[in-house]
């Protein structure tokens, strides 16, 4: 079957190809916003999905779609951002058949909405969508079905996690969140973020569940830290929001 969004009873998740051949995964940065976007790929059937794309690298990811020779399939976003404008609109322009996809839970428009347990396919490769609110109400953490990699959007950062003083955010729903939805995967499941501002690039599951000086804590010791940040409010707040939840959808001006 060719990649497709399928949900609850329906869904049953690809399974590896015994050939042997990886996924196709190529991790890229936005330094404005300190943003990380990811194209996986399957080699075989050249079908891609691209996770967290933003406006202004929209191009870049697109030339690089092409130049692999894939097919970009879906164009995904694990919230509706706040620091940022996705690409995922312009994304549908420069590669006609690409579709974006958002959690239903963000409220935000897009041709795809997907809810915890629904399955990403592509190729011979499915993400997997956990619901992992808290951050906002409408994040997910996509991991892949072998459990090797997760990639937890603004829930889990490396030695951190995303804020919860605004867009509905609720610091204890994000510490079950994490714990629950998160941490239950393996140690060795691979950890890429939707951001990092030091120049990592990966974690693990085991590292962030023993390491990280937030989620380490009790929760009540974790909400207390949270709502104690005071962290001024992003730049682009006012109107990437605003962008994001019709950016799945519009046209970009010509």
């Not at 692999?68 to 549908?92: K, P």
């Not at 953490?141 to 603004?154: I, K, P, R, Y």
């Not at 000086?213 to 409010?233: A, G, H, I, W, Y």
Request: proline share 6%; with cysteine.
């Amino acid at each position: 079957m060719a990649g497709a969004v399928l949900r609850g009873a329906e869904r049953q998740l690809s399974q590896l190809s015994g050939s042997g051949v990886p996924i196709l995964l190529r991790q890229m940065f936005e330094p404005k916003s300190c943003t990380y976007s990811y194209l996986l790929g399957d080699r075989e059937s050249r079908e891609a999905i691209l996770i967290d794309p933003v406006l202004e690298t929209a191009p870049r990811d697109a030339q690089l779609v092409k130049e692999l020779g894939l097919r970009l399939l879906y164009a995904v976003n694990t919230h509706c951002h706040a620091d940022h404008i996705t690409g995922s609109g312009l994304l549908r322009s420069l590669l006609p058949g690409c579709q974006s996809v958002i959690s239903r839970l963000s409220g935000a428009q897009a041709d795809l909405h997907i809810e915890d347990g629904d399955s990403i396919h592509f190729g011979r490769f499915a993400l997997e969508t956990r619901a992992s609110p808290g951050h906002t109400p409408g994040c997910v953490t996509f991991v892949l079905n072998d459990h090797s990699m997760a990639f937890t959007g603004d829930a889990l950062l490396i030695r951190g996690c995303g804020r919860t003083d605004f867009q509905q955010g609720c610091a204890k729903t994000l510490y079950h969140s994490v714990h629950e939805k998160i941490f239950t995967l393996p140690g060795d499941c691979l950890i890429y973020p939707a951001h990092d501002y030091r120049g990592l690039t990966v974690s693990t599951v085991e590292e962030e569940r023993t390491l990280n000086p937030r989620l380490t804590l009790s929760c009540e010791e974790f909400v207390k830290v949270m709502d104690n940040l005071n962290l001024p409010k992003p730049q682009q707040i006012d109107f990437a929001v605003p962008a994001n939840m019709r950016c799945g959808i519009q046209t970009p001006p010509s």
